[in-house]
């Protein structure tokens, strides 16, 4: 049998894994069809004369780019691990590739590569030994009973986490409302995540997820199972739990005792104090079909985000029918803004302006009261007259701009007198900014909340310094002074 052109084109185009050819300045010549299918190009047209660079494949091109210059200097290599992007997702791959030569000479490249995600991602999955649920456990259930017949258990869990993927819990709560058996849906949200994946690292956040995971999984039981919805995010579907009373039950005890939420995780050297915002809703008395109960679910997390977070929120038809899902998803610092400078502008001296920003402090932050220190130290409250502490060691306790004190346990051996001022007025945590410019201090605002453990955002930080140092300015501009 000779090789002809159409014979290679044949067995080329046969091939399972992904061959492609290039030219000695890295360039793609060819590529067979599995290749094609990956990537989902209908012709090799979009890519001949292109580098992987020029194509954008890869997250860091220059191991690649080593590796086939290597290979046009007469090396080969043999299934070699990396990463590429394909229709927005990283996958991981292991490649192979050799010179090509004519007449002596190397004028090209050679090579394959192979998809492994799904088989890297089971094998992670035994190493970490984070395996929460068992074929045993799951087929307790008519919907994962009649999938395990044709699918691995292993295929079903979150590859991090160990718990239900994605597909499988949604699948689960789609199953239980065709067959009409009542449940409670609920979407946990980490707060903060972004910022311990930033100043901790992924691992951090690998960890964090995986150990709230394995927690919130244990605090379910039998009565359900939770899934992992994406990125920081987590189901829980519990068929015991129905009625509001229940619910609130269970919630608190999510929140308290059994140290789901609110609760420290230790990660190397670091003790990180995790917590979560849950919006839950309930089949079929909130909801007869999935779209319109996962929309309750993710209306009330946002007014959880939108209450200072680090709470939990259930559906509740005559208190949430009418939430604006896009004033919630949408309201931002801008907006705030614009709106406080038109507000403070309308007023006159120091208190009248103070309380022209509370009406949208108290929307925003969910707040009853906000306070005011003075130069002698004196606090007073905004909506009160009464109220009037000494807390003339607040200077102790804020060395910057900003304080955020989630829990007054903080400040109580620095700021004696400011920590028993507040848990006089039952707060539990505080968020404190300085009125002053430059070096020159006026006072101080402080925002205050009955809950403990509330985590400060970096909006509601961005709102409260606009309103110090609006203060300051009038101050300064017209010769004003804040009261003592």
Known sequence: MVMTESLFDNIINTAQDCVFWKDKNRRFVGVNQAFLDF?????ADVLIGKTDEDMGWHSDPEPFKQDEERVLSGHSTYKVAGKCFIRGEERDI??????????????????????????TKRQGLHEREQIMYTTEQLRRYSYFDRILDECPIDEMLDPLTGIISRKYAIGFARYLITEEIPFTFAIVDLDNFKYINDNYGHHAGDVVLSEVSRKLAEYVGDDGITGRFGGDELLLIDLK????????????????????????IAVDEHNLFVTGTVGCASFP????????????IDKTLYHGKSRGRNCFVIYDEATHKDLDMKKLVKQGVYTNMNSLMVQLGLETGFENKLRSAMSLVQEQFHIADMYYVGRTGRMHSVIDSNIDEDVRDVDGVIDDEILKVSNLEEISDTSPKLYNALRKHNIGSALIIRIGLNMQTDGYLVCADQRNSRLWQEDECGILYFIAKSLAAHIRLNKDSMPE
Do not use: Q
């Open 285 to 296: 008395s909130d909801a007869v079909t999935y779209e319109d109960l996962f929309s309750r």
């Open 241 to 264: 739990i129905i009625e509001p009373d229940d619910k609130k039950e269970c919630l608190e005890k999510l929140y308290g005792d059994s140290e789901v939420l609110r609760t420290h």
């Open 39 to 43: 990537y989902g190009f209908d012709s």
């Open 94 to 119: 292991i490649a192979s590739k050799r010179p090509i030569y004519e007449n002596g000479e190397i004028v090209g490249l050679v090579g394959s590569f192979m998809d492994v995600t799904d088989v």
